[in-house]
């Protein structure tokens, strides 16, 4: 799919570009500002080429680690490449990377995700004015991606909070928790967690060298929004590692608490089977078929064999608990 926007009543609007399904050859028009190509096709990168004179970078060039693969200069162009949040409502969020380039007054995004930030950035400024060159409109999608990931992490936030309410709070005598619940929960919150860092790390990085690029070509408020991002990035990363460590914590209390709970029901056991042993002991004894057992002729016999019985199963209960075991 390819976009492409120009500025039209000082507001940033979505031109009729034309599909490579409908018509042929795509036509991008030359007044446009921001060209956004997801997963695109072979003709729209070819459309992209005739307007910009350079290719886009392909998924492989995008997935490279290195910085120097990431950030870069070529053809008279800036390439940036930052990981961005996508599918963070889903079970299996996901971090990928989409390139940025700056070209003269034009910007061009280069993506194989589909990220929240650029349907709401593309929304938001149809309503608003000062779009007139590329770098602007990558500081105002920056600016949207960064809000995005702060509330992705606020969400995360009270979500860990609400889980470690459920691992320490008690039900009356016995806590009363589903453990495998809340380990897939914990596990599936840390995974979010250390995208949103990946993420916030690569921004940090591309924000950097944002500076270094435009350094003498900026404007003043430029610069600062720059440097205003540059410092919630920071903020973030820091917010990512408290999180982080906060689940690590719990992810270690509920695996204590398991082994608390295990250790006690092992205790449990081993308690009734040591208060049944001993009356198995004796019934043993009296339940066996000999024919001169001195007990069995006396009247009391029965009633003396029960009572040697329950004291035998009472007096370890008591023992236990003068030793506080119970």
């Given at each position: ?5 120009g500025?039209?009543e ?6 009729l570009?034309?599909?490579?399904e ?22 729209e ?47 299996e969020?996901e ?7 700056l ?6 995004t ?14 938001r ?7 007139q060159?590329g ?10 991606i960064?809000d995005r ?27 009363s ?29 591309m924000l ?12 003043k ?5 720059v ?38 029901i ?10 049944f ?8 004894i009296?339940?066996m ?5 001195p ?9 003396l ?12 209960i008591?023992?236990f608990?003068?030793r506080?075991?119970?």
């Amino acid at each position: 799919m390819l976009r492409s926007f120009g500025l039209r009543e000082n507001c940033l609007r979505r031109n009729l570009t034309c599909s490579g399904e409908a018509i042929e050859p795509i036509v991008i028009p030359r007044e446009s500002l921001w060209v956004d190509m997801f997963d695109p096709t072979p003709q729209e990168r070819e459309a992209v080429k005739a307007v910009f004179g350079f290719d886009p970078p392909s998924k492989d060039d995008m997935d490279e680690i290195e910085i120097s693969s990431r950030l870069y200069h070529e053809d008279g162009a800036t390439f940036m490449t930052a990981l961005v949040l996508s599918k963070t409502e889903t079970a299996e969020p996901e971090c990928e990377g989409v390139s940025f380039v700056l070209a003269g007054d034009r910007l061009l995004t280069v993506r194989y995700s589909e990220p929240q930030p650029f349907n709401t950035f593309a929304n938001r400024a149809e309503r608003q004015v000062n779009w007139q060159r590329g770098d602007l409109i990558l500081v105002g999608l920056l600016e949207v991606i960064i809000d995005r990931t702060a509330d992705v992490l606020e969400k995360v936030g009270a979500e860990v909070e609400g889980l470690s309410k459920q691992v320490f709070q008690q039900n009356g005598r016995s806590p009363s928790r589903d453990y495998q619940k809340l380990l897939v929960s914990l596990g599936s919150r840390n995974d979010l967690t250390s995208k949103a860092r990946e993420s916030l790390i690569s921004l940090g990085r591309m924000l950097a060298f944002l500076t270094l690029s435009t350094e003498g070509k900026s404007t003043k408020d430029l610069k600062g929004h720059v440097k205003t991002m540059t410092r919630d990035v920071q903020s973030l990363a820091d917010h990512t590692t408290f999180l982080s460590n906060k689940i690590t914590f719990l992810l270690d209390a509920v695996l204590g608490i398991v082994n608390i709970e295990q250790s006690r029901i092992i205790r449990i056991l081993s308690v009734a089977a040591t208060v049944f042993l001993p009356p198995t002991f004796f019934a043993s004894i009296w339940g066996m078929n000999f024919k001169h057992m001195p007990e069995l002729d006396s009247p009391y016999g029965y009633g003396l064999a029960w009572l040697v019985i329950l004291m035998s199963a009472v007096l370890p209960i008591l023992y236990f608990r003068w030793r506080k075991w119970l």
